[in-house]
């Protein structure tokens, strides 16, 4: 996949263009300092006409970008201390899913995400972000450790879905995601998840059952993806465009249904054109959510968590008279 996605192209060009005639400036001398100027105003306004009104296909590309920052990336920028910590105890260590203890802003806290690689061997190291049981295990052996000293658990989610091969279903895919539901339920300490990327069905949400759960602007969390979605409804999975145009898996879409509690920006055009920026606004987010959570018992906090997720959705209870 190109770093620079098909629809920020005539942006690409244009920069291209004021490039080379910087270029030409230095080399031959001539000014073309006017030309400059209105080429990097038009460049600006271009920008603004593009990022300022992403479609819902356009934010799951930025969402999949390659150079889009992972788990690793985040835990290297904001948290001190960090002691990564690996296996499940029960079959191995999945690449998939890092974890560990550290800081934020002096707290201790316990960090888990989906990790994808940043180039092909990377990837294929990290199974492309798609979690075998043995990563929702780990994830949950760390949980269970953070509970019990008594630190809040972070979790960053961005994973295309649990892996689907046959391996991981003889290993127990299914129960390993279940088991991570009714768990995270239960944890007596302040969970927070953010959707830094794809949030893909189930694999995303045994990460994502937390007290607050955010999104990044060009994120997007949905049972199914796109591709999955059109191959259903018109069995062809090349009309993905058109089934995210209608499925509401956006950042904003999502925020005004109740299923999200907050929206974290992102730099102009996405997270990897300015990974330190994206990782203050991360930063803040994290720290005003663990802030409003601190102080609370452990009963508020697995109650406030039902809660938010009875709430989700619409339904009617049915009494059945004989």
């Known amino acids: 996949m190109p ?4 629809f920020e192209k005539p942006l690409v060009e244009l920069k291209a263009k004021i490039a080379e005639l910087r270029k030409f400036t230095e080399e031959k001398g ?14 600006r306004n271009l920008q603004k006409e593009i990022y300022g009104s992403l479609t819902p296909w356009q934010r799951v590309q930025i969402a999949r970008h ?13 948290f001190t201390d960090f002691l990564e910590l690996h296996g499940d105890r029960l079959f191995g260590d999945d690449p998939a899913i890092v974890g ?16 994808k690689g940043k180039d092909t061997k990377d990837n294929i190291a990290r199974n492309f972000g798609m979690p075998h049981p043995e990563g929702y295990r780990k994830a949950l052996r760390l949980m269970k450790q953070a509970d019990k000293f008594n630190r809040p658990v972070i979790c960053f989610i961005n994973t295309p879905g649990a892996y689907p091969g046959i391996a991981a279903e003889e290993r127990g895919q299914s129960e390993a995601i279940a088991r991570n539901l009714l768990e995270m339920a239960a944890l007596s300490v302040p969970v927070i998840c953010v959707v830094t990327g794809e949030g893909g069905s189930g694999g995303a949400l045994a990460l994502g059952i937390g007290n607050r759960l955010l999104m990044m602007e ?7 993806s796109p591709e999955g979605a059109a191959a259903l409804l018109w069995k062809d999975a090349s009309l993905a465009q058109r089934a995210a145009e209608h499925m509401k898996i956006t950042a904003k879409d999502l925020l005004e ?3 999200i509690d907050g929206i974290i920006p992102e730099p102009m055009g996405g997270a990897q054109k300015d990974i330190n920026k994206q990782c203050q606004f991360m930063k803040e987010a994290l720290v005003n959510s663990l802030k409003e959570l601190t102080g609370k018992s452990g009963e ?9 997720f009875v ?12």
Do not use: C, M, W
């Open 3 to 6: 770093s620079d996605l098909q």
């Open 30 to 43: 001539i000014d073309f300092t006017e030309e400059i100027s209105k080429l990097e105003e038009k460049a």
């Open 66 to 78: 390659p150079e889009r920052p992972t788990t690793l990336d985040y835990i290297k920028h904001i």
């Open 100 to 115: 560990g203890i550290g800081r934020l802003e002096n707290q201790p806290v316990t960090v888990i995400g989906h990790q």
């Open 218 to 224: 060009n994120s997007f969390y949905s049972v199914i």
């Open 257 to 259: 249904l109740g299923v």
């Open 300 to 308: 508020q906090l697995k109650e406030e968590r039902y809660q938010k």
């Open 311 to 322: 709430k989700i959705g619409e339904y009617t209870t049915f009494v059945h008279s004989s």
